[in-house]
């Protein structure tokens, strides 16, 4: 089935084929084209899973690798879903982003984040210069900054498992070399182009788990962040980080997280920074291969070896391979114990309170325009420049009938005294404005809004009946109590 799935602020549109009862192998049909569709660690693929408790991997009806038994990456998404929106409410309250996410140009959300935008540095650094002191505007913007470390974080993640199921995929269905019958016997390797591609793609998986580890730091930071000043786009405070500035996070060396530099994150490390700087994970792209009776009975990849996650090394020397580690038998262990820490990073950031203190925003409570003799109530100030700053913004000027106490009380009225509803119609009200092209937003540009969005007639609103306070009420916003 094809189904929508809300990501961040866009659309994505995601295949998914679901087995029918009884059939498919965790969840997800495997491709029907190949007829030894199971790939085992030893590189011998079967037709169904082997009953030994062995991990293994398949490729799905859409081209997918997954595992038989786990489904740790896409636990994760799920996971993250949830976190994404933490992020974003922590940003933006749920009434801002309703409020204002249809006002916000296509720009903010995809420039410089996504191919989705033609715009240069050039043209972005242009439109940020007019944008002035917004403060929905830069929480925008920086939202979909702070959205973007997790969304790395998920990529990265989904890279992890393909790379390493398109391996175990090489391992099990790839000719590496065309042996002549009597030369199927013992132990013989091979260095053919597919095996250079099959230690790519082993490479590739550490890589990104590296990746992971250092966008986890970037994101745990953040999260970890002061409050924010929004009268200027903020920049990042992780935009430099990696993982080795995991030192400054709170949750440092907390246990079951990726912030415990133990065996595990020094082998992650060590192998990333060989492949990084000596270009390779091993001198030659060797696949080995074992034959008994001209059978063939196992293939596998050595690793180096390795005490308490970093390699043995003598001098000059960095390549020992006494202990048979064989690579493609102990990554899935490596993956389960990487994967079983990575949701605690999602937790924290949802648990962490100063991501909730990031920045000061207007309170969605009640608006309150009860006044003492000759001291108005506070909120009608906050209305006013609620009006104002919004025409300022578009570049509209104020007409003298709006910054009055009849007209503001009427707009509390018109949004039921909430504050999202309010800022609602004041920006519907300006975007009329705007369209008129008369440099001016007037009280029939509030008439004008509130007909749109009620379907009324123009004599029976907020803004122009004699008795609004008695007919709006409260309780039923953009509904007029006569005949109700």
């Known amino acids: 089935m094809s189904k929508n799935v809300s990501k961040g602020w866009s659309q994505v549109t995601v295949q998914i084929a679901r087995p029918a009862p009884g059939e498919g192998i965790n969840g997800f049909v495997p491709d029907p ?7 085992n660690l030893n590189g011998r693929p079967t037709r169904t899973p082997r009953n030994d408790g062995k991990p293994a991997f398949f490729r799905d009806i859409q081209g997918f690798w997954r595992w038989i038994d786990t489904s740790a990456d896409l636990d994760f998404d799920s996971l993250c879903a949830g976190v994404h929106g933490h992020i974003r409410r922590s940003i933006l309250s ?8 249809d006002r916000m140009p296509f720009w903010v959300y ?3 984040l996504s191919p989705e935008s033609r715009l240069s540095k050039t043209q972005f650094e242009q439109l940020l210069s007019r944008s002035g002191p917004d403060e929905y505007f830069h929480r925008f913007l920086y939202h979909q900054d702070v959205d973007a470390l997790l969304s790395n974080i998920q990529r990265s993640s989904a890279q992890v498992y393909q ?3 398109t391996f175990y995929g090489l391992l099990n269905d790839a000719v590496f070399y065309h042996y002549n019958d009597q030369d199927k016997v013992d132990l013989r390797f091979s260095s053919s182009g597919d095996a250079i591609l099959l230690h790519g793609h082993l490479e590739s998986v550490f890589t990104r788990m590296r990746t992971i580890l250092d966008y986890s730091v970037k994101l745990a930071l953040e999260a970890e962040r002061p409050p924010q000043d929004f009268s200027a786009y903020p920049k990042l405070r992780t935009a430099a980080k990696q993982y080795g500035d995991r030192k400054n996070l709170a949750m440092n060396q907390r246990e079951n997280t990726l912030f415990v530099e133990d065996e595990l994150i020094r082998k992650i490390a060590s192998i990333r920074d060989r492949i990084i700087h000596d270009g390779h994970f091993d001198t030659e792209p060797r696949v080995y291969e074992l034959f008994k009776r001209r059978r063939l009975i196992e293939r596998f990849v050595l690793a180096p070896d390795m005490t308490e996650g970093r390699f043995d090394a003598s001098r000059n020397r960095r390549s020992f391979f006494s202990t048979d580690n064989k690579i493609n038998a102990t990554l899935p262990s490596i993956l389960d114990e990487f994967y079983s820490r990575l949701p605690e990073l999602g937790g924290y950031v949802q648990r962490e309170p100063q991501l909730d203190r990031l920045m000061t925003r207007i309170e969605f409570q009640e608006i309150d325009l009860s006044s003492a003799p000759g001291h108005p109530a506070q909120d009608y100030e906050i209305l006013n420049e609620i009006v104002g700053s919004y025409a300022i913004s578009a570049g509209l000027n104020v007409d003298a009938s709006l910054p009055t106490g009849d007209f503001l ?8 005294f909430r504050w999202g509803l309010v800022i609602d119609m004041v920006v519907d009200a300006v975007a009329l404005a705007v369209a008129r092209r008369e440099g001016v937003v007037e009280r029939s540009d509030f008439v004008a809004a509130w007909c749109e969005k009620t379907g009324m007639n123009q004599l029976a609103t907020p803004f122009t009946h004699d008795s609004y306070e008695r007919m709006f009420r409260r309780d039923k916003p953009f509904r007029a109590a006569i005949g109700t």
Do not use: C, M, Q, Y
């Not at 084209?33 to 790939?39: F, H, V």
């Not at 009380?409 to 039921?416: P, Y």
């Open 163 to 165: 790379f390493a199921g």
């Open 409 to 416: 009380h009427r707009l509390a009225t018109a949004g039921a």
């Open 33 to 39: 084209e190949d007829a030894r569709p199971i790939k």
């Open 94 to 101: 749920d009434a801002e982003a309703h409020v204002f996410f």
């Open 110 to 112: 995809d420039a410089g």
